[in-house]
């Protein structure tokens, strides 16, 4: 990814939807292969049978890249926190924006009347159980961040460019037991449009390395699905950087290539569960956000040892703290669990 920052009129001109679709059928061919080989190998030791597919997500490629005792604890359900928060609200304001724009100072009303009206009251529910100042101080953030998202967008939107928010890409394997699963916050264009999709995610923070993956897993998905290359990843913060990178097949390889990773973890985290093995630990700065760090001692070493021992105090909100091993990265994506 290239992480230096382009004028936003560079991004404009990108969108506009002029890129020429790439075929990909043979490159689909061979992904898929890999794919399916590797998720008969993990089905095939461990059948799923929980009645649904298993979604795979990139939030479970990220659990399953990292520390295996991590990958293996339930998500916490409802566990919202400040960072949460403010992402959740510049996302909906983006989205907002992009259909009817509320205007500077309202932004993040428009934001909590759509996830109202969509039945998500996670953000809302926070903001109402913590102090007036910091209330405040949160929603001042978040509407900073999402002026900032505004500002990156042409207002109106051509209609070529037919632009969907949400939109889900899911591609089953073995039949529909496994799905790769992922849900771009814009995608533009894109079959069975003359141009090729372009892929968006918006972040209300800064630009960090590690969305590379994420966007080249939506890179993938959308390849498999469309049998054609999208045209760009397009990753805009509320920070006022952004990152435009053209997609290139070996990008796609790079997505598929984790996935294959993964469904191996994963086979392998299932055969540390049978046999009662003691998980493996990979303390890193996401310990800052893991249910773990209170009872884990690998975490809670390497947490006292950066500096970020506050962390083990639960009533301290990690993402009020920095690291200098990955500031600025909250893993914090609510997502299907394991
Ligand atoms: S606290 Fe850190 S090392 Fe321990 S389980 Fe969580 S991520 Fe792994």
Redesign the pocket.
Known sequence: MDLATTPAATLAEMVSGTAQARDASDLVEELLEELEVAAHALFTRFPWDQGSPWHLSKTNLSALGG?R??AALAPRAGSWNRALVVGTIADAALKSHLFSDAGDGHRVEAALARLDAAGSGGAAGWLGSVSVERRQRVCDEAEAAAATLAAFWPHPMSERLWLRVDEPLSVPLLDGSLVLAGRPDVTLSGPPTDAPCTLVEVKARNLHAQYRNEMEFYALLATLRDRQLPAHLVVLCGSGEHSVDPVQPDSVRAAARRVVGALRTAEALSVDQATGRVLA????G??RW?D??FW?D??RV?LEENGLALCLDSEVDPDDLQCTDDAGYSDNGADEPL
């Open positions: 520390c005792r991590r630990t990979m303390p890193s996401l310990c893991c773990g760090r884990c690998g975490g390497w």
